[in-house]
Structure formats: C-alpha cells, structure tokens
C-alpha cells in the first residue's frame, strides 16, 4: 500500500476545514490552515496544527489567491491540497498550478473538471455518452431573438441557466414568452458578475421536479462505483435547505438505473475521487426513465455526511487514500444501505425577512448531543458579511426514515443559538411538515408552503413578554438568581408605567408595562393586558414566567438595543424603538435607498439628476448568492449615487439619495 501525505494544506475555511482537519488527525496526517484577517482566531486556524495568514478579508484577496496559498503549502512542507468545497475547489487552472508546483491536488484531473466544468458541454458530452440529459437548448448561439425562439420550441416553463453557473446562481424560471427577455437578461447579468461568463443554456423545466443525485467515487486504477443517492429535493431558491439519503419512494429498479448512469458518466472522463452527478427527476410518476442529467459537481459536496451515515465510509478519507495512489478501500459489492439519514443547514439568516443573511456574534450556540454536528464556529465567534453564513449543519441517522427525521425535528428543537438571527425555527418547522414526513418532496414545497412555515416564525406572546420587561430594565442587573432580592427598576422609572415601542423585522409593537409590585407585571399589547410574574433569572439569561398559572421559560439576552429572545427552537430578534432613527436601521428615510443587507453591487443603471418613478430598479446588489433589487422608494429625482457596480456595503448603507421633483 502506498503511505499516505505527512502534510495536508486544507485551501478552505468553516465547517469543511474543520471536517477535513478532524479526518486528517484520525489518520495521522499533519495539517495547515490557512486564514484571512476576520479569521485570525477560527475554529479551523485553531483545530489545525499550523496556520499561514493569506491575506484580507474579501475572498478575492484571501481564500481565492492560489499563489499564496500554494506558496503557504511550499513553505510549510506540506505535500497535498484538499480544497474543500467552493472556493478554488472546481477551478482547474488551480489544480495544474498545484500541480505545476509539485504538490497533489486531493481532486479530480483538471481534464475532468473541465470535461464537467460548463453544464453546456457537460450535457453534450453526457448526450454523446448515452446518458440521458434534460431536454433544452444546450448550444452556442446566444442572442436574445434565438434564445426566446429555442424557448418557444422547448415549450414553457422553461429554465434559463448560466452555463457556469452554481449555487442556483444565474438561473431564472420562466413562465410565459413576455417575460423571457427580462429573466434573460438577469441571468446573464448574474453569470457574468459571478463567474466572469455570462452564457446560458435553456433547459425544459420538469414538473414536481426532484432532485436526486449520486455518490461516486474513483481511484486511478481504473475503479469507479457510486455510494447510492440523496436526495436534494427541499430547496429555497434552487438552494439545498435539508438532504436525505437514500431518496424515499424510489424503487431498486429505478435506483439501479440511476445509479448506472452515473457510473457510466463518471466513467465517460475517468473519474478520480469524490464526484456527484446530479439528476432532476420528474416528481409525477417515479419511473426508472424519468431522469435526466443536470450536471456533475467534481469535488466533495455540502450534503457529504448523509451518504457517511449510510455507508459506513469516511469520504474525505478515501479522497485522501485515492489523491496518495491507493485503490478504492472497498468494491461495489460490498456497499449496502444502513437505515436513513438527513443533513440541515443551519444558517444565519431571517425567514421572516425574506431569508437575508444576518451577522452577529454567537453569544450562545448549544448542539444536541446525539446527533452528528459539523460546525466551523465556537460560542463568541462572529458571523461575518464576508463568507457564507452557514452556522452549522446537523446530521442525524436512523434504523428508517421516520426515525431519522423525528431525531432531526428533535435535535433542531434542543438547538440553542442566540447572538443572531438564524433558520433553526424554519428548519423545525420543516421537519414536521406533513407531506415532507410522507416523503412527498419536491422542490418547490418550501415555496408552496412557505406561508405556513413561516406563520409560527411571528413571535408567541411570551417573546414579546420576555423583551418588553428587559427593555423596561426588569431583568437586571442580570447576575442574581432570583429577582425577588432585585429593587432596582421600581426606583430607576419613577413612574411604574411606560410605553415601549419594539421592533420585530418589519411589525411594530406598542406595549405599555405597568409595574404592579414587587415581581409582577402587566405588559399589554394588541388590546390584550397580560399579568405576568417574574419567578427566577437563572445564569443570566435563562427566565421563568408565571403566565397566570402558565409557566413558561424562555432565553434572554439583551446587546445594546437589540434583545434576543428564543425558546424552543424559536428565537425572536427585537429592537427597542427609540425615537430617533438610529444609524443601523434598514427602513432609512423615505427618500433614501439602504442596503437591506451586506453584500455586492452588482448594477446601478441610475444616474445624477434622472427622475425616477416609484418601484423602479434603482441599484441590483448580490448577497447571499441571491441578486435583489433595490427599488425607488418615491416619485423624485436623483440627488447622490454612493454605489457603483463591484463594491461592497455594509447593511444600512445609504445607496441613493432621492428629492422632490420640481415642477
Ligand atoms: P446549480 O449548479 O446552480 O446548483 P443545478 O443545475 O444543479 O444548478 O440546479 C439547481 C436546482 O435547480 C436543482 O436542484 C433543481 O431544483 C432546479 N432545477 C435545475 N434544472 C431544472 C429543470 N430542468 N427543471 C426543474 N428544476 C430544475
């Protein structure tokens, strides 16, 4: 057998250097992270056995320079480098350079990575191979006139996609022929800014489609097998949210099938390594010839830890034994199923508002201890806008599917996250949704439902009981355990009654709390008063409610303005109003634009002195591999542009300045 690297260089930050760090101490393997200004004190810096700075912050300056990251392997010693996912992982002009340098990319061939690399040439090469490919148009020409005349032919909906796309970025649904040009032209846009290559394909869009993929891997002797598939059918915006493995309801016949085509696509350019081939399944009638190839993702995927769970195998492991010369640890015959597995993805971000990434810092972050966690941050780390905002993803296993998914429901309910706004409410939500429960998954349930996901996302009235007495100073000082010793506040106010006014995403609540003695409250709001009594304050944030006669215990912590307040898998973010319109708001003045979110400019078509009308497009920004439009808030004229295409804001930036027309 081969030996195996001394040294590993993990080009990579987050959840996935650490997962490839936690592999590579298993076996002995050395490794070196490397980190950029805002991740100086990591969990990836810290977990691995040396780190080399790399540059700033923005991941044009950091995680995507391939010459200082080859330069910090040479000088390191290090002798491979595993790319993670994202990043430099699918770029094959970082793989020859690597290469060129002497050291082992822990990857495909650059050959394969280009052969796979444009979903175009993909989907022709597939075509040529036998496997099957989703009908479309998948060709050079690129004119507007031609494009919308394939669409016609192809018949709609159709779906345009940036030929270089991924991350769902650059892709647009369309519905009828009058909105083909728009979609057009906002894809391309989303292709060029993103990937440098604004060409797209336009491909049939399949009805209650589903998507399941297919583990392979290969060895550089000649081996190539799959580990089964997962399916990937409940997505956001063409975005994974949750991942099982195997995909419910599908017979063995048609997984042979799928799993066939795989293998034969993988084998089409001698595979190595850890690959997926993704397939869109028509969700109508599972049937062993109702999928279509979309295209291959040559790296290790997001959704990697479902298929471990079934097998048995550590993948980034056998990527590791492959990239070192050795043969595929086990056969085809030898791999079998083992029960059910599913994977959330944890994210800062707010469902109640349009799922924006949120920043902030993790002030409490408690997983189940159960179930498998893969997280790149520790309590009191921040969530930066520089990298995606993934806060941990869970992954549990079970003897069925049942089983799994009520651990997963479980888990996402015991998790505790407070610092900032994230989806484990949503998720949970999720995990118990019915037709998802049946296996009846498609992509487009989140958005069918979304309503009804969302709907227990409004805050119970204990949240906004529970903010309203730290803004009335109720709960500190914070640090006794009962608050019976506590004076404090009735001398502080004067008064035993005052208004506050909190701000929950875009609601408002008026609340007027009366103080009615020593450790009880009437705080009312929406026409109702409710009594409360203000039982314990245990380890600071942890308080307990005598809603009359309901007890009740909810997590409280209070930055500044801001009060967090969760319990459950439900967490609320309020702010207290306080007049004036502070700094951070997002609503801004009505004739101001303001960056609702960190992120990129991707388009400002706008100029000085041009009237605008109401709802037009003033400013397209990208954040969270999302485009939004940002529009006119008024009828006006521009009075200051503060943007311009490729510049990052901060959330609250003020983008545009707006004044009256005079007439
Ligand atoms: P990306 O590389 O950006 O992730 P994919 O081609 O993998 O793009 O597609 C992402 C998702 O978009 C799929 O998982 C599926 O939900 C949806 N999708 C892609 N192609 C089709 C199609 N032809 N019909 C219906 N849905 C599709």
New binding site residues.
């Given amino acids: 057998m081969m030996s195996m690297f001394s040294k590993i260089l993990i080009a990579n930050r987050g959840e996935i250097a650490c997962r490839v760090i936690g592999t590579c101490r298993k076996l002995g393997i050395k490794t070196v992270a490397i980190y950029s200004d805002a991740d100086r004190l990591s969990r990836h810096v810290e977990m691995a056995d040396e780190a080399i700075h790399i540059g700033a912050s923005p991941v044009m300056e950091s995680y995507l320079k391939a010459d200082r990251i080859i330069q910090a392997a040479l000088a390191t010693g290090a002798v491979a480098i595993h790319p993670g996912f994202g990043f430099l992982s699918e770029n094959p002009e970082f793989v020859e350079a690597v290469e060129a340098a002497g050291l082992v990319f822990i990857g495909p061939s650059a050959a394969s990575m280009r052969a796979m690399g444009l979903?175009d040439a993909a989907k022709a090469l597939m075509e040529k191979s036998g496997v099957p490919v989703?009908p479309?148009y998948h060709g050079e020409r690129q004119d507007t006139d031609f494009l919308a005349e394939q669409a016609d032919i192809i018949g709609y909906p159709v779906?345009i996609?940036?030929r270089a796309?991924?991350?769902?970025?650059?892709?647009r649904?369309v519905d009828d022929p009058n909105t083909f040009a728009t979609a057009l032209e906002s894809a391309k846009r989303e292709g060029q800014s993103s990937f440098g290559d604004g060409r797209v394909l336009i491909?049939?869009?399949?009805?209650n489609?589903?998507?399941i993929e297919v583990q392979v891997f290969g060895d550089s002797h000649g081996n190539i097998i799959h580990l089964f598939e997962r399916d990937?059918?409940l997505?956001r915006r063409?975005?994974?949210v949750i991942e099982e493995a195997p995909a419910p309801g599908i017979s063995d016949e048609m997984r042979a099938a799928m799993t066939g085509a795989a293998v034969k696509a993988a084998r089409t350019i001698s595979y190595e390594g850890a690959g997926t081939i993704?397939f869109?399944v028509d969700g109508t009638a599972l049937r062993p010839d109702g999928f279509?190839f979309?295209?291959m993702?040559t790296r290790l995927q997001v959704e990697h830890p479902v298929t471990e769970l079934i097998t048995g195998h550590d993948l980034v492991e056998w990527q590791i034994r492959v990239a070192s010369g050795g043969k595929l640890p086990k056969t085809q015959e030898q791999q079998t199923i083992d029960g059910h597995a599913f994977e959330a993805r944890i994210y800062a971000e707010d469902p109640t508002n349009g799922f924006l990434p949120e920043t902030g810092k993790l002030e409490t972050l408690i997983f189940p201890e159960n179930v498998r966690i893969e997280t790149g941050v520790r309590v009191g780390d921040e969530i930066t806008p520089f990298y995606d905002p993934m806060i941990a993803k869970i992954i549990t296993h079970g003897e069925n599917r049942a089983q799994a998914l009520s651990t997963l429901r479980l888990a996402l309910e015991k998790t505790r996250i407070l610092g900032c706004v994230t989806n484990v409410g949503f998720l949970a939500a999720l995990s118990a949704h019915e037709g998802f429960l049946d296996g009846q998954v498609d992509?487009g349930l989140i958005a069918r439902d979304m309503a009804q996901l969302i709907a227990d996302q409004n805050p119970p009235p204990a949240h906004i009981i529970a903010a309203s007495l730290s803004a009335f100073g109720a709960l500190d000082p914070m640090d006794h355990d009962t608050v019976s010793a506590k004076l404090g506040a009735w001398q502080l106010w004067g008064a035993p009654s005052r208004p506050v006014t909190l701000l929950e995403g875009d609601a408002e609540i008026d609340i007027r709390i009366t103080r009615t003695s020593n450790d009880a409250y009437d705080v009312a709001f929406g026409d109702v008063s409710h009594p409360v009594r203000l039982v314990s304050v245990k380890n600071k944030t942890s308080i307990r409610l005598d809603l009359e006669g309901h007890m009740i215990t909810v997590e409280v912590i209070r930055q500044a303005d801001v009060i967090v307040v969760s319990s459950r898998a439900h967490t609320h973010c309020f702010k207290i109003k306080t007049g004036e319109t502070t700094g951070e708001s997002t609503e801004g003045a009505s004739n101001q634009v303001l960056a609702p979110m960190p992120g990129i400019i991707t388009a400002c078509p706008a100029s000085v002195g041009a009237s605008v009308s109401r709802g037009d497009r003033l400013i397209v920004m990208e954040a969270m591999k999302m485009e939004h439009a940002l529009e006119a808030p008024m009828d006006g004229v521009i009075v200051e542009i503060s943007a311009s295409a490729g510049m990052q804001v901060e959330k609250g930036a003020v983008l545009v300045v707006l004044g009256e027309i005079n007439e």
């Fill in positions: 979903k989703v479309g779906l996609k940036a796309g991924g991350g769902g970025k650059g892709m649904k491909e049939k869009f399949i009805p489609p589903r998507h990937c059918s997505q063409h975005q994974k993704e869109i279509w979309m295209e993702n992509t």
